[in-house]
């Protein structure tokens, strides 16, 4: 049995927004992410630097966002899978939190070298 449904882009559109309404619900990561973000864009219109300066700056604080989504999608599944606590289990959560600090660590890094540059 194959659990994929007959392609349709309204509805593989519907299933994102659908996505993205569960994930501001129930990830509290992704929450204050998003907080943040909508403060960050305001940084960014307003700091005195170059379209393509802006654009690194955008481009890697929607990357922290598909990150830690991806992280969270990880999460569930994995909890979905075994609710014990497990050796594989604990490190695809692990590996999952550190794609997101890595992408964390890469937006602040992009914002120090444009501020101070």
Known sequence: MQNKPKYSFLKNWKYALDGLITAIKTESSFKLELFCAVFIIIGILYIDTSLTNKLILLITGILVLIVELINSAIENVVDLCTKEIH???????????????????????????????
Request: hydrophobic residues 60%; contains cysteine; charged residues 10%.
């Open 87 to 117: 050796p594989l289990a604990k490190n695809a959560k692990d590996i999952g939190s550190t794609a997101v600090m890595f992408s964390i660590g890469l937006h602040i890094v992009c914002w120090v070298w444009i501020l101070f540059n």
